[in-house]
């Protein structure tokens, strides 16, 4: 069964570092997504993105985030500068069409000291 | 502003006893409804949906109510055994084109299910 994968599972990298998370969705999937959590607390939109395009962002997705696709089967989330705040489990997920189940990969626990 | 919640945050249960996961949520706007369980260290495991014309979905040992008039969501197990063990999530979504929020889902805090053999 096709699955979202993520790469890698656990990042550690210094504060004010650049840090790239990757995913890649399932392979017919068109809508990508973007959630992190909060060790103990619930998972949190960050972004949305079809076509090329963010279709939707979080507060929490500010000007140090970023997101591409730079071929035809990743997905990238960049942060510039990371804070220590960013430390937290970051969930890419793919959907059909922007009404199908959107699934979730395994994460990339990212620990930022 | 919307937010989706849940009663109980522990749920403790012996193995072969039906579980009952309840979750409210407060945006009357939202149409589709997702039961999602999270094993520690990994992802949401999408369970069971249900879009907003509906009021029951059945899957395999799994039940999903829906109650518009009081904003009511339960996931419902039969039969519970161990490996149900895990942190279920409700979340929804307000997928109408041209809405706000277009894709992006809003979990609520999550519900421990403990079963003991």
């Known amino acids: 069964e096709p699955e979202v994968t993520q790469t890698p599972s656990h990042q550690v990298t210094q504060m004010g570092q650049e840090v790239i998370l990757r995913c890649v969705p399932i392979?017919?999937?068109?809508?990508f997504y973007w959630y992190r959590q909060i060790l103990g607390q619930k998972v949190e939109f960050l972004v949305s993105?079809?076509?090329?395009?963010?279709?939707?962002k979080s507060e929490i997705f500010d000007d140090q985030f970023s997101v591409e696709r730079p071929d035809g089967s990743n997905f990238t989330l960049k942060i510039r500068s990371t804070k220590l705040e960013d430390s937290a489990m970051y969930f890419c997920?793919?959907?059909?069409?922007?009404?199908?189940?959107?699934?979730f990969g395994p994460g990339t626990r990212l620990t930022v000291l | 502003g919307e937010s989706v919640g849940l009663h109980l945050p522990t749920l403790s249960v012996q193995e072969g006893d039906n579980s009952i996961i309840n979750c409210a949520y407060s945006?009357?706007?939202?149409?589709?409804f997702i039961w999602y369980k999270q094993e520690s260290g990994k992802g949401p495991q999408f369970i069971i949906d249900?879009?907003?014309?509906?009021d029951k979905r059945q899957g395999q040992r799994v039940t999903v109510l829906l109650n518009k008039t009081v904003k009511h969501l339960s996931l419902q197990i039969a039969a519970t055994q161990p490996g149900d063990s895990a942190v279920y999530f409700c979340?929804?979504?307000?997928?109408?084109?041209?809405?706000?929020?277009?894709?992006?889902?809003?979990f609520g805090q999550g519900t421990i299910l403990t079963v003991h053999p």
């Open positions: 997920a793919s959907s059909k069409t922007i009404t199908d189940t959107q699934y």
């Open positions: 979340a929804e979504n307000n997928r109408t084109a041209g809405g706000t929020s277009y894709g992006k889902l809003t």
């Open positions: 993105f079809y076509n090329n395009e963010i279709s939707e």
């Open positions: 945006n009357s706007a939202s149409d589709y």
């Open positions: 392979s017919n999937h068109l809508y």
């Open positions: 249900i879009r907003s014309n509906m």
